[in-house]
């Protein structure tokens, strides 16, 4: 199994930033995708940035030019860096692994256990 553990959400004014970190550990399951989805209260959860199985990287419209995602491969950590936070930003952030199980060879998907960010005055 992996676990996915972030870190990095708070509260944060409009137009400051933050750095969530997602870092997997374990084994028998091969990751071939990694990213972030956020689910604001009352809304369904949606995707903000992710790589892909081909290494590209996909961003949520509202998000681009203002999130990057980036990874280090040698701590197999996924980041994910907010600038200009709006407070349409404020939301759960959940960070999530897309792979195959080493022992059953089934696709999976694992999540990690969200972290709260809230952008307000």
């Known amino acids: 199994q992996v676990q996915l553990v972030e870190s990095g959400g708070g509260l944060v004014q409009p137009g400051g930033s933050l750095r969530l970190s997602c870092a997997a550990s374990?084994?028998?399951?091969?990751?071939?995708?990694m990213g972030w989805y956020r689910q604001a209260p009352g809304k369904q959860r949606e995707l903000v940035a992710a790589f892909t199985t081909s290494g590209s990287t996909n961003y949520l419209d509202s998000v681009k030019g203002r999130f990057t995602i980036s990874r280090d491969n040698a701590k197999n950590t996924i980041y994910l860096q907010m600038n200009s936070l709006k407070p349409e930003d404020t939301a759960v952030y959940y960070c999530?692994?897309?792979?195959?199980?080493?022992?059953?060879?089934?696709?999976?998907?694992?999540w990690g256990q969200g972290t709260q960010v809230t952008v307000s005055s």
């Open positions: 374990g084994s028998l399951f091969s990751i071939n995708a």
């Open positions: 999530y692994a897309h792979g195959i199980s080493l022992a059953t060879g089934d696709p999976g998907v694992r």
